[in-house]
């Protein structure tokens, strides 16, 4: 399991949201043609200044959005750890 801690720099709430498919948010004017991402609907603001963890990511592809600003997206591949008896000869 891998853990991902994000920073809110800029001057204005995001959400830092894991969704199964990219979509709209919360904010119906700012979706135009995006279907709305579900787990928006529980998703919480962070304010400037403020940290987030997301903790215990399995290996896979992980999908991030902003549930206020859709089109602000990420996309995390947790990778398997090589074992060390890969690493001995």
């Known amino acids: 399991d891998e853990t991902v801690t994000v920073k809110n720099e800029g001057g204005r ?13 919360f904010v119906p004017p700012l979706n135009g043609v995006l ?16 940290t987030q963890q997301v903790m215990g990511l399995d290996v896979g592809i992980h999908r991030f959005q902003c549930c206020i600003h859709p089109w ?16 001995q000869h």
């Open 35 to 50: 279907a709305f991402a579900e787990e928006c609907a529980t998703a919480t603001p962070l304010p400037p200044g403020s």
């Open 72 to 87: 602000m997206r990420m996309l995390i591949k947790v990778e398997p750890e090589e074992s060390d008896a890969q690493h």
């Open 13 to 25: 709430g995001h959400t830092f949201t894991e969704v199964a498919n990219f979509g709209g948010g």
